[in-house]
């Protein structure tokens, strides 16, 4: 039956998480530092307004670009936290997760052969979704030494006259890294004389440690150039409601609005009055989400060095990149055998892309006590590898 696979399709690789995390399913006792989701129950408040919603029999389509109510708290949300306005009639758009935004707004930009660069390492769905729209993705690496930012100089040299579309994404999926207003600058000013686009996707935006996230679309020039992505999943721990949005210049929207209209109609009603219920009522439940990860996070990456790990500072999200190439295996090797013989699962670099190779992903959105247990043995197992 292979014959009738769109060859696009039929030569994507499944997740490189995805496969790995299959051999874990097959595993007893397992600590995993594997997957991308927080470990807290969506706040019951939030809940209660989806049962609400059912009980009220609100189980019809919503307005294709999603509910006014919710549009409008999106907006207000982001004018108050990050200092970016959007017109909710037509700069926002409700979406089934941030998952179907960055799917749409690749889909809208990109025409045959346009090359889209990536900063990597970087979150797994660019790359296959720029091929799957026609696309060609440009990797540009950036380095732990730089705390894993974008710099002007490997942008600029990335550029070609096909280049057509840059995605961001800071804080950054894997490595925890973050741009400052100060960082943003120099990028804006290569993005504006390339005449490039910016998808931006922001998903870990409330999760910051120090210095408060700085939307790209907030830079001065930069709000007509970018398509912001956001969701729910992870500052309100909301992955199963499939949630999210992307806001941007109406022109850019409309056309997004177009593709949703046509695959997916509107995102989940019920989710959506739970999301108005999170910006509405949840922003201190999520505050204190977000303190319990600044305490795990400290754990983990002193925990890394005292193995003797170089392990940068991450800023942001819920992952900390461990480099194990003192090791000397690669991170295959070392996440393959680090399962087997330490019972403990976490992703290994390669699968993000350029400069991930010699490092390891761990999320610490688990209990103190696993990643104690977990550093613990991986501790032991560096240390039988000397
Ligand atoms: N962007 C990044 C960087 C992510 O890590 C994820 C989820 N792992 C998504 C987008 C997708 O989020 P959602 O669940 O809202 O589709």
């Not at 294709?64 to 970016?84: C, H, K, W």
């Not at 925990?303 to 295996?329: D, K, M, N, V, W």
């Not at 699968?351 to 977990?374: D, I, N, Q």
Request: charged letters at 20%; glycine letters at 8%; aromatic letters at 8%.
């Amino acid at each position: 039956m292979k014959d009738f696979l769109n060859p696009a399709v039929r030569d994507i690789k499944p997740s490189g998480i995805r496969r790995f995390f299959d051999l874990v399913s097959t595993r007893k006792d397992v600590i995993t530092l594997g997957v991308g989701e927080p470990d807290f129950v969506t706040p019951w408040h939030v809940r209660e307004a989806a049962v609400m919603s059912l009980e009220r029999g609100k189980t019809q389509y919503s307005s294709n670009a999603g509910m006014p109510e919710l549009r409008d708290a999106i907006g207000t949300y982001l004018d108050s936290s990050f200092q970016v306005e959007y017109n909710p009639a037509d700069e926002i758009l409700v979406t089934v997760g941030g998952s179907e935004a960055i799917d749409l707004a690749l889909r809208t930009l990109i025409s045959p052969g346009d090359e889209i660069l990536i900063p990597e390492p970087c979150y797994i769905s660019y790359s296959p979704i720029t091929v799957l729209s026609g696309g060609v993705s440009v990797g540009i690496e950036t380095f732990a030494k730089d705390q894993f930012k974008l710099t002007a100089e490997s942008l600029r040299k990335s550029i070609t006259p096909k280049s057509k579309v840059l995605i961001l994404c800071y804080p950054s999926n894997p490595t925890g890294g973050i741009m400052t207003y100060e960082d943003w600058l120099p990028i804006a000013k290569v993005v504006e004389e390339n005449d490039l686009i910016v998808i931006s996707d922001e998903i870990y935006a409330e999760l910051t440690y120090g210095s408060k996230h700085v939307s790209f679309a907030a830079i001065p020039g930069m709000k007509d150039r970018t398509i912001l992505v956001s969701g729910f999943a992870k500052a309100f721990a909301m992955t199963g409601w499939r949630i999210g949005y992307a806001c941007g210049h109406s022109d850019i929207i409309s056309a997004m609005l177009k593709i949703h209209q046509y695959t997916v109609m509107c995102a989940p009603v019920m989710s959506q009055y739970a999301a108005i219920e999170a910006l509405t009522n949840g922003l201190e439940e999520k505050d204190k989400m977000i303190e319990s990860y600044n305490q795990r996070r400290r754990l983990v990456v002193q925990g890394f060095r005292e193995i003797g790990l170089q392990c940068h500072e991450p800023q942001g999200a819920f992952y900390a990149f461990p480099s194990i190439a003192s090791t000397g295996l690669t991170s295959e090797q070392f996440a393959q055998r680090l399962l087997e013989e330490a019972n403990v699962a976490a992703v290994p670099g390669d699968v993000f892309g350029l400069g991930g190779e010699g490092h390891l992903r761990c999320s610490y959105a688990t209990s103190v006590a696993s990643l104690t247990e977990a550093i613990d043995r991986i501790g032991n197992f560096v240390h039988k590898l000397k």
